[in-house]
């Protein structure tokens, strides 16, 4: 952003009271000896036009900017009955890695449903490292999931992987998941987008975080009507954890963009007695919303079991989440297609 001063304005006294918004200049020369300000990028989030009301500034300009969606996103969203934003108590998604039966998908629906859960999470299609691991049971986890969510008054929220397999999913999912591997996989992000529902969209393991708003903004461009930016790791160097946790990127995300973040502590982690403390960080970092892996009996789990909390814990997560932040940048949760 560039802030253009009327002439014989003192430069340095507008740099003054704009510090005193957060906002920190450099000072540029413009064309015909005109004196610009550039506002530094880690600045805090000030509109234009309460810019131009202060005495002294002639006009502000924005920059083109590469996801125009993205920045009319707002900052909090209604999906069916579950607003998810600032303004709104955290949202719990929760439920297995993997859906591995109709049983345990129901019993495992009831007990997050129990712990204050609003979104069944849970996979149909799974994407495994190697090809010899149980990948889902696909369609009919599909309807195990569906009916579960449905009888628990739960919003779902499962992985598509593949564009053919959009359609199929958007049928049966509130929310859908497209995964850290396919956040570049573009021919998915447009079918995911023109079918019409809220993505959740996992970071890449190796993504920065332009690479991340731009696959949000290739969703909205071809008809989604919110995104909700996934934190979920990326690759360290560091074994200790699975991933590591980018709880600056979900700050910036939230804080400085304004969006509905949510933060997966179970990929990031690896191991479930992280999981807790890193979702409590996740919370106080601004995130909206956690996305928790849960299991009954982890060790007996057919993927991820080591991430897996048993659903008792998944209280100890709400325990500690702070009351509703005020909306930020003036706006109220956006309807949603249910």
Known sequence: MTIALAPGTDARAIQRVLAGLGLWTRRLAGAGGETLLEVLPHSARVSPDALREIPGVRDVFLPESPHPRLDAHPAAVRIG??????GH??????????????????????????????????????????????????????????????????LLVTEVMEPSAVDVVAR?????????????????LHAVGEAGRPVLLKRGMAATVDEWLQAAEHCLAHGAPAVLPCERGIRGWDRGTRNLLDLGAVALLAGERGLPVI???????????????????ALAAGASGLLVEVHDDPGAALSDGPQAIRPGELAEILRFADPPHPPGRGNRPRPLRP
Request: net charge positive.
């Open 81 to 86: 009955h579950v607003a998810i934003g600032p």
């Open 263 to 281: 933060v997966d502590p179970s990929h990031a982690a690896g191991r479930r007695d992280l999981v807790v403390p890193l979702a409590r960080a």
């Open 172 to 188: 049966v999912a509130d929310i859908l998941q497209v995964g850290s591997r396919n956040m570049q996989n573009f021919p998915l």
């Open 89 to 154: 108590p955290p949202v719990l998604m929760a439920g297995p890695c993997a859906a591995e039966s109709e049983e345990q998908v129901h019993r495992l629906a009831a007990a997050v449903a129990r712990a204050g859960a609003r979104v069944l999470r849970g996979g149909a299609f799974k994407p495994r490292t190697s090809p010899y691991a149980f990948a889902g049971h696909g369609r009919r986890a599909l309807r195990w999931l569906a009916d579960a969510a449905r009888e628990h008054h739960l």
